[in-house]
């Protein structure tokens, strides 16, 4: 059986030698749930940088395949002997186009951070206002 009155088991202060001493797992609740937000922050940052490398990755396979397609196109016009010089326009495409998708994966990771951080930032905002709110109370003696 516990001793403690119902008043005494949540929320309300303890008495110890005529020090009010506050309940703080208000404050516990509020670190741990800090905790995950951060912990999920860092996850999506994650996801994000795995989303932009796996971009990358397609993006790049693509241009070299066109790339190759070209030179193969070429050589086989070299061969048949004529004197046309090799369009290069679809690799200055590919190669545009792979500038565009980089461009996109740092965007993307962008925002993911800031997103991250301001969740990270909303959160202590949160705990440090009520750790004022303890403070506060505990200064007044309840």
Do not use: C, W, Y
């Not at 506050?22 to 905790?35: E, G, R, V």
């Not at 090799?86 to 500038?99: C, G, K, R, S, Y």
């Amino acid at each position: 059986m516990n001793d403690k009155t119902d008043s005494q088991q949540s929320d309300a202060p303890t008495v110890a030698g005529g020090l009010i001493i506050p309940d703080l797992s208000a404050i516990t609740t509020m670190q741990n749930d800090n905790m995950q937000k951060m912990k999920a922050a860092v996850q999506a940052a994650s996801q994000g940088l795995q989303d932009i490398v796996a971009a990358q990755r397609t993006t790049l396979q693509q241009t070299i395949e066109n790339l190759q397609k070209s030179l193969n196109s070429s050589v086989g016009t070299a061969k048949i002997g004529q004197d046309a010089t090799p369009d290069i326009q679809p690799e200055i495409d590919n190669l545009n186009l792979t500038v565009d998708n980089l461009s996109k994966a740092a965007d993307t990771l962008t925002s993911s951070t800031s997103k991250s951080f301001d969740a990270i930032n909303k959160s202590m905002e949160q705990s440090l206002t009520t750790i004022e709110q303890v403070a506060q109370k505990f200064s007044s003696g309840g």
